[in-house]
Nanobody, 129 residues
Framework: QVQLVESGGGSVQAGGSLRLSCAPS????????VAWFRQAPGKEREGVAA?????????YVADSVKGRFIISQDNAKNTVYLQMNSLKPEDTAMYYC?????????????????????WGQGTQVTVSS
Protein backbone atom coordinates (compact mmCIF):
# COMPACT_ATOMS: atom_id res chain seq x y z
CA GLN A 1 0.00 0.00 0.00
CA VAL A 2 1.45 3.30 -1.09
CA GLN A 3 1.18 6.09 1.45
CA LEU A 4 1.80 9.63 0.30
CA VAL A 5 3.02 12.24 2.73
CA GLU A 6 2.65 15.92 1.92
CA SER A 7 4.49 18.73 3.63
CA GLY A 8 5.25 22.38 3.13
CA GLY A 9 1.89 24.00 3.61
CA GLY A 10 1.37 27.07 5.73
CA SER A 11 0.19 30.64 5.81
CA VAL A 12 1.59 33.30 3.53
CA GLN A 13 0.67 36.75 2.33
CA ALA A 14 -0.49 37.35 -1.20
CA GLY A 15 2.43 37.46 -3.59
CA GLY A 16 4.45 35.04 -1.51
CA SER A 17 5.68 31.55 -2.30
CA LEU A 18 5.48 28.07 -0.84
CA ARG A 19 6.88 24.74 -1.91
CA LEU A 20 4.91 21.59 -1.23
CA SER A 21 6.53 18.16 -1.11
CA CYS A 22 5.05 14.74 -1.72
CA ALA A 23 7.06 11.71 -0.71
CA PRO A 24 5.76 8.13 -0.66
CA SER A 25 6.27 5.96 2.39
CA UNK A 26 7.64 2.51 1.68
CA UNK A 27 7.61 3.06 -2.06
CA UNK A 28 9.92 4.42 -4.72
CA UNK A 29 8.48 6.42 -7.56
CA UNK A 30 8.97 4.62 -10.82
CA UNK A 31 6.65 4.94 -13.78
CA UNK A 32 3.90 6.77 -11.98
CA UNK A 33 1.60 9.68 -12.60
CA VAL A 34 1.80 12.00 -9.60
CA ALA A 35 -0.50 14.97 -9.28
CA TRP A 36 -1.45 17.78 -6.97
CA PHE A 37 -5.07 18.60 -6.28
CA ARG A 38 -6.64 21.23 -4.09
CA GLN A 39 -9.99 21.69 -2.45
CA ALA A 40 -11.32 24.85 -0.90
CA PRO A 41 -14.29 24.82 1.49
CA GLY A 42 -17.53 24.42 -0.42
CA LYS A 43 -15.77 23.78 -3.71
CA GLU A 44 -14.97 20.70 -5.75
CA ARG A 45 -11.53 19.16 -5.77
CA GLU A 46 -9.46 20.70 -8.54
CA GLY A 47 -6.49 19.24 -10.36
CA VAL A 48 -3.55 21.62 -10.14
CA ALA A 49 -0.61 19.89 -11.80
CA ALA A 50 0.72 16.46 -12.73
CA UNK A 51 3.95 14.82 -13.77
CA UNK A 52 5.06 11.41 -14.98
CA UNK A 53 7.91 10.28 -12.78
CA UNK A 54 9.74 8.36 -15.53
CA UNK A 55 8.89 10.80 -18.18
CA UNK A 56 10.56 13.23 -20.47
CA UNK A 57 9.90 16.15 -18.19
CA UNK A 58 6.44 16.70 -19.58
CA UNK A 59 4.08 18.18 -17.03
CA TYR A 60 0.52 19.38 -16.95
CA VAL A 61 -0.63 22.49 -15.15
CA ALA A 62 -4.13 23.87 -14.72
CA ASP A 63 -4.89 27.13 -16.45
CA SER A 64 -5.78 28.71 -13.12
CA VAL A 65 -2.19 28.41 -11.90
CA LYS A 66 -0.21 28.35 -15.13
CA GLY A 67 2.77 30.64 -14.99
CA ARG A 68 2.73 30.63 -11.17
CA PHE A 69 2.94 26.96 -10.11
CA ILE A 70 5.60 24.48 -11.17
CA ILE A 71 5.58 20.74 -10.58
CA SER A 72 8.90 18.97 -10.46
CA GLN A 73 10.58 15.89 -9.05
CA ASP A 74 13.84 14.96 -7.41
CA ASN A 75 14.53 11.29 -8.06
CA ALA A 76 17.38 11.21 -5.57
CA LYS A 77 14.99 12.34 -2.84
CA ASN A 78 12.06 10.35 -4.19
CA THR A 79 9.94 13.47 -3.92
CA VAL A 80 7.58 15.43 -6.14
CA TYR A 81 7.33 19.15 -5.49
CA LEU A 82 4.82 21.87 -6.19
CA GLN A 83 6.46 25.28 -6.25
CA MET A 84 3.81 27.92 -5.80
CA ASN A 85 4.71 31.51 -6.61
CA SER A 86 2.74 34.74 -6.71
CA LEU A 87 0.16 33.22 -4.44
CA LYS A 88 -3.32 34.70 -4.34
CA PRO A 89 -6.05 34.48 -1.69
CA GLU A 90 -8.03 32.26 -4.08
CA ASP A 91 -5.22 29.69 -3.87
CA THR A 92 -6.25 29.03 -0.27
CA ALA A 93 -7.19 25.36 -0.01
CA MET A 94 -6.19 21.97 1.26
CA TYR A 95 -3.63 20.59 -1.16
CA TYR A 96 -3.44 16.86 -1.81
CA CYS A 97 -0.87 14.71 -3.50
CA UNK A 98 -2.20 11.82 -5.56
CA UNK A 99 -0.54 9.02 -7.46
CA UNK A 100 -1.37 6.23 -9.84
CA UNK A 101 1.33 3.64 -10.33
CA UNK A 102 2.61 2.26 -13.60
CA UNK A 103 0.71 4.70 -15.80
CA UNK A 104 1.58 7.78 -17.78
CA UNK A 105 -0.32 10.95 -17.09
CA UNK A 106 -2.97 11.59 -19.69
CA UNK A 107 -3.43 15.01 -21.16
CA UNK A 108 -7.17 14.37 -21.30
CA UNK A 109 -7.67 13.03 -17.80
CA UNK A 110 -4.84 13.89 -15.40
CA UNK A 111 -7.11 16.39 -13.62
CA UNK A 112 -9.79 13.85 -12.71
CA UNK A 113 -9.43 12.68 -9.12
CA UNK A 114 -10.88 9.27 -10.07
CA UNK A 115 -7.71 8.59 -12.06
CA UNK A 116 -5.69 8.17 -8.86
CA UNK A 117 -5.65 5.35 -6.37
CA UNK A 118 -3.29 6.75 -3.76
CA TRP A 119 -3.81 9.97 -1.85
CA GLY A 120 -2.09 11.85 0.90
CA GLN A 121 -3.79 13.41 3.89
CA GLY A 122 -3.39 16.92 2.59
CA THR A 123 -1.56 20.05 3.64
CA GLN A 124 -3.27 23.37 4.22
CA VAL A 125 -2.28 26.46 2.29
CA THR A 126 -3.70 29.80 3.42
CA VAL A 127 -3.02 33.00 1.52
CA SER A 128 -4.01 36.27 3.11
CA SER A 129 -4.58 39.52 1.28
Amino acid sequence: QVQLVESGGGSVQAGGSLRLSCAPSGYTYGSDCVAWFRQAPGKEREGVAATYTRGDGRTYVADSVKGRFIISQDNAKNTVYLQMNSLKPEDTAMYYCAAESEVMCSKRSWFYSAEYTYWGQGTQVTVSS
